[in-house]
C-alpha cells in the first residue's frame, strides 16, 4: 500500500513539474539561508566551548572608580590577585595568568646560519597553569613544560613556518620588540595543536611567564587572570565574597583617589556578552545574533507558508480527482495520506537541494563575513531542533493542503458545485496576511540596516582616511640601533623614499592604525598645576607632524606640530 502511495504521488510531482519545480525551488532557498544562517549563529555561540572545563573557567573583570564615578571597564586585572585568591578560596581549583605581546619580530636560525624572521602578534606570555585550565592537546611535549623558564610552546602552524618538517623541540626562537625595548631567546618544549577560529584567546605562541627580566610578560595592568572553580564550587557566592576580601588586602581600598570592584565573567560569555575594555579579541553581540537566528526562522516560515498558499490554490485544480477517488471508494484517510506523502517527497526533495546550495555556497558566504564556517551541522546540538523543524514543516504544509482536498464533497464537485467552508476561507487568508507582513518585515530590516551601514560609510568621521595603504614597520632590536633617533631617521628616509613614487600624495606615521584599539594608555592626563583630583584618563597615539594634514584632520583650538616640535618629543 505504502509503495503504491509513493509511487502516486511521485507520478503526480512529475505531471505538475512546473509547479513542483517553484516550490521545490522556493523551499530550498528557504531553507538554504536558513542554514547558512544557523551555521554562523551556531558558530558565534560556539566561543570557546571546546575546553573540557568551560563551564567552570571565569575571567576576573575590574571596575574603575573615581571619586564615586565608573571610569573603566576592564578585562584585565592586576596579576597579583589570582595568587591571593587560589591561597584564599578552597572553591578556586586552579588560576591562569595571560599577557599578550604587543607583537613584535620573531626569528629563527635557518639551515645556511641566516637568520629567517617574521612579524608576528599572536603571542602570549602564560602561567604554568594555562594547559591545565584551557585545553589546547599537544603534539608533542608535556603540559609541564611551561614550568621551566626560557620556554616556549608553538601551534603545529608556527612549527611548519619556522622548521619545516623539522624536530621543533629544542631549537631557539627570538623575540624582539623595538618599541618596547624586549628581547627574549627561548627554546621550543612542546607543540600543540592549532587552536580553533572559536576562540577568544587566539595564540600562535606560547611564552612561559618565568623568561629573565619579565618586562615583557604580565606587569601590573597587563594580564588576564581566569579561574577554574572546582566542581562545588559556586560563582555567585565567590564574587560576592572578592570584593570584601580584595579591600582588606589593600587591592580596592577606599583610602586612594581610586576605588577598585572586581567580578568574575564567565569565559562562555566573553565573547557575546563581554563590553569591556582591553579585550583580547573583538567581540560579538548576542543579541544580534539571537535575531538572525529569529531571522532564519522568519525566512523558513515565509518559505512553507507560500507552499501552503500554492498547493491550496493548486487544490482547485485537482477537486475533480478527488471526486473521482472518493467515487471509486477512496476514503479521507487514504487521500490525506496520498497528498501528504505528495508534500514529504517535495520537503525530501528541497531538503536535499538546500544541503547542495549549502555546500556550494558555504565559502563564499564564509568569506563574505570573514569567518572560516564548516558543514558541521550533523555535529552540532542543531541537528535534531533542525530535524524537527523539517519534521513539523512537512507535516504543517502537507497537512492543511491534505485536508482541504480530501473535504471537497465528491457529487458537488463532480457537479461543479465546489463550496469552500468559512473556516478554510478565514485561515487561507491569514496565512496570505502572515506571509504578507512577514515579508514587509523582512524588507523593512534590510533597509534599515543597508541605511545604517550607508550612514557609516559616508559619515564624516572629521578624517579622511581614503586611498590610504597601512604599511607595519618592523619591530627592530634598540640594541641595534647605537641612537634612539636613528630610528625615526629610518622612518623619516623611508617616507622621503616612499613619496617619489607617482601616485604617492602623501606619507606620515603612528603608533596605531586609527580606528582601532590604542593600546598605549598612560593612567591621567591633567594641565598644569592642576589638583590630582582634575585628571583624566585617555587613550593616547603618537603621531607624525604630517599626521594631522595627511588626514584632513580640524583643528578646534590650537595648532599642528611642527617637524621641530616632533624631533623634541
Not at 477517488?325 to 517527497?345: A, I, Q, T, Y
Amino acid at each position: 500500500m505504502l509503495r503504491n502511495y509513493l509511487l502516486t504521488a511521485w507520478r503526480n510531482l512529475k505531471r505538475q513539474k512546473i509547479f513542483s519545480a517553484i516550490n521545490v525551488l522556493g523551499l530550498s532557498i528557504g531553507m538554504a539561508a536558513g542554514m547558512l544562517i544557523v551555521q554562523y549563529v551556531q558558530f558565534e555561540l560556539s566561543y570557546d566551548d571546546f575546553h573540557q572545563q568551560a563551564s567552570r573557567i571565569y575571567r576576573l573583570t575590574s571596575e574603575r572608580y573615581r571619586e564615586g564615578k565608573l571610569t573603566s571597564r576592564s578585562a584585565q586585572a592586576a596579576p597579583q590577585i589570582g595568587p591571593l585568591l587560589q591561597a584564599q578560596f578552597p572553591e578556586v581549583r586552579r588560576v591562569a595568568l595571560v599577557a599578550p605581546w604587543l607583537g613584535g619580530v620573531v626569528t629563527v636560525s635557518g639551515s645556511d646560519g641566516r637568520p629567517i624572521a617574521f612579524n608576528e602578534k599572536n603571542v602570549l606570555f602564560v602561567d604554568a597553569n594555562f594547559l591545565r585550565v584551557f585545553t589546547h592537546p599537544l603534539r608533542s611535549g608535556t603540559a609541564s613544560a611551561l614550568d621551566q623558564p626560557n620556554a616556549v610552546i608553538l601551534t603545529e602552524r608556527s612549527a611548519r613556518k619556522y622548521f619545516g618538517s623539522q624536530n621543533p623541540l629544542g631549537k631557539t626562537l627570538t623575540f624582539e620588540n623595538h618599541n618596547q625595548g624586549h628581547r627574549y631567546t627561548v627554546t621550543v618544549q612542546g607543540v600543540c595543536e592549532n587552536g580553533p577560529a572559536n576562540s577568544h584567546l587566539p595564540f600562535d605562541f606560547l611564552i612561559s611567564r618565568s623568561v629573565p627580566g619579565e618586562a615583557g610578560g604580565p606587569s601590573q595592568w597587563s594580564a588576564y587572570t581566569y579561574v577554574q572553580l572546582s566542581p562545588r564550587g559556586d560563582a555567585g557566592k565567590l564574587a560576592a565574597k572578592l570584593n570584601p576580601f580584595l579591600e582588606k588586602h589593600g587591592k580596592g581600598s577606599e583610602a586612594s583617589i581610586e576605588r577598585f570592584r572586581w567580578g568574575l565573567q564567565p569565559l562562555s560569555a566573553i565573547h557575546l556578552y563581554s563590553d569591556l575594555s582591553e579585550d583580547t579579541k573583538g567581540n560579538g553581540n548576542g543579541k544580534t545574533i539571537w535575531l538572525l537566528a529569529g531571522v532564519a526562522g522568519l525566512i523558513l516560515l515565509i518559505a512553507y507558508v507560500n507552499y501552503i498558499n500554492l498547493s491550496t490554490v493548486k487544490s482547485m485544480e485537482r477537486a475533480k480527482e478527488v471526486g473521482i477517488r472518493k467515487v471509486l471508494g477512496s476514503g479521507r484517510s487514504h487521500l490525506v495520506r496520498l497528498f501528504f506523502l505528495e508534500s514529504l517527497l517535495l520537503n525530501l526533495l528541497a531538503f536535499a537541494l538546500a544541503l547542495t546550495l549549502v555546500q556550494v555556497s558555504l565559502p563564499a558566504f564564509g568569506r563574505f563575513i570573514g569567518v572560516a564556517l564548516s558543514f558541521t551541522l550533523w555535529k552540532s546540538d542543531w541537528l535534531w531542533p533542525g530535524l524537527g523543524c523539517l519534521i513539523l514543516g512537512t507535516l504543517l504544509s502537507g497537512l492543511y493542503p491534505a485536508l482541504v482536498l480530501s473535504a471537497y464533497q465528491p457529487i458537488q464537485v463532480l457537479k461543479g458545485r465546489m463550496t469552500t467552508r468559512r473556516p478554510g476561507i478565514t485561515l487561507r487568508k491569514v496565512l496570505v496576511v502572515l506571509q504578507f507582513t512577514t515579508c514587509v518585515a523582512l524588507l523593512i530590516g534590510t533597509l534599515t540596516v543597508y541605511r545604517q551601514v550607508n550612514y557609516m560609510r559616508s559619515k564624516d568621521l572629521g578624517m579622511n582616511m581614503a586611498q590610504t595603504l597601512i604599511v607595519a614597520a618592523p619591530q627592530t632590536r634598540r640594541e641595534n640601533l647605537p641612537e634612539e633617533n636613528q630610528f625615526n631617521q629610518r622612518v623619516n628616509t623611508f617616507q622621503t623614499e616612499v613619496l617619489r613614487y607617482p601616485g604617492v600624495t602623501g606619507v606620515t606615521h603612528a603608533s596605531n592604525v586609527p580606528g582601532l584599539e590604542i593600546d598605549w594608555t598612560p593612567r591621567y592626563f591633567r594641565t598644569q598645576n592642576a589638583p590630582d583630583e582634575e585628571a583624566v584618563y585617555r587613550p593616547t597615539m603618537a603621531i607624525g607632524p604630517e599626521f594631522i594634514d595627511q588626514f584632513g584632520i580640524q583643528l578646534i583650538a590650537g595648532e599642528k606640530f611642527t617637524p621641530r616640535q616632533a624631533q623634541r618629543m
